[in-house]
């Protein structure tokens, strides 16, 4: 019974959980495919930077991101004088923290299908006269889409994943939800593996449509 509590209390988090992974993902599409146009620009202060921003957020872990934002980021704003905190807005927070830190690696993902899309296909389109900005949109971007979908569904489930640490920041998601009941009854054991089995029941039916994904993209390119 005790576990089946531990799974029902862990539940209560997983609205959060789904609502930061969402919202998270969003924000780092957006930001990993500029940063990847960066990285991919013919001028060297752009890829500069593109390269600087990835190597930081891919060498720093996640739970430093989060304290920083959570902690260090109203602390710095203090220091000018402004009365600033997250106070009810931690969701805010993780949205934020998870974004940017996913953005990193979905920027070299990102680039990554880009670069794998044929030089033949940009060289026909300018033929054609397109500019290289509707090259890029009309031809290169939904080519490289379908090379790059099956890493971003890998990406979402990972993020979900990644959540959990947002728990150190008072953010009330499926692991935060766990450990608060675990430390009520002092029932860590049952708590754990609730916590545990929640995110199964997330992941794995999302890792079958990734695997389904694949596969018919495989299917479609055989036959094209």
């Known amino acids: 019974m005790d576990y089946l509590t531990g799974i029902q209390k862990a539940f209560t988090g997983v609205t ?128 490289a889409i379908r090379i790059i979908l099956p890493a971003m569904g890998n990406e979402f489930i990972t993020l979900i994943k990644e959540t959990a640490v947002l728990s150190v920041i008072a953010i009330e998601e499926i692991t935060r939800k766990g450990v608060l009941w675990a430390s009520m009854g002092y029932k860590f054991w049952e708590a754990y593996i609730g916590v545990a089995i929640v995110y199964l029941c997330l992941t794995i039916p999302l890792s079958r449509v990734v695997a389904c994904a694949e596969r018919r993209m495989a299917v479609s390119d055989r036959r094209s």
């Open 16 to 143: 959060t959980t789904l609502e930061i992974t969402v919202f998270a993902v969003i924000l780092g599409v957006a930001l990993g495919l500029l940063v990847a146009l960066m990285k991919m620009s013919k001028l060297k202060v752009l890829r500069a930077i593109g390269s600087v921003y990835v190597e930081i957020l891919r060498g720093t872990p996640l739970l430093v991101q989060a304290l920083i934002w959570y902690n260090g980021v109203p602390a710095l704003i203090q220091g000018f004088g402004i009365d600033f905190t997250w106070r009810g807005t931690g969701v805010l927070v993780g949205i934020i923290a998870c974004g940017i830190n996913s953005s990193a690696y979905v920027a070299e993902i990102i680039r990554a299908g880009l670069q794998a899309v044929d030089q033949g296909q940009t060289e026909a389109a300018r033929s054609l006269g397109l500019t290289q900005g509707k090259t890029m949109r009309y031809v290169i971007i939904p080519q």
